[in-house]
């Protein structure tokens, strides 16, 4: 049985929302060097699906994860990008 704790749950939203800072940073990073303008909604979602991948995960994870929401953001926001 798991029991938690609301200090628990605290420091695991707080987590969260320090991950998903340093993903919007690091995406809107990446778009600037490669000249390209983030699309509205594209570092949420990119962001959201990476802190979910993440969320109960080990650090061996991080490359998955970053793998696996940019093929998603590149599905849902590629053809935006194209059209810049």
């Known amino acids: ?14 987590d969260s929302e320090e991950i998903k800072k340093f993903c919007m940073a690091s995406v809107s990073a990446a778009m600037s060097q490669a000249g390209l303008t983030l699309p509205e909604g ?14 109960g995960k080990g650090i061996a994870s991080i490359l998955q994860a970053q793998k696996f929401c940019k093929e998603r953001a590149n599905e849902k926001y590629g053809p935006l990008l194209q059209t810049q």
């Open 1 to 14: 049985m798991l029991i938690t704790t609301s200090g628990s749950l605290a420091q695991a939203s707080d």
């Open 42 to 55: 594209m570092g949420d979602f990119t962001c959201s699906c990476f802190t979910k991948e993440m969320n």
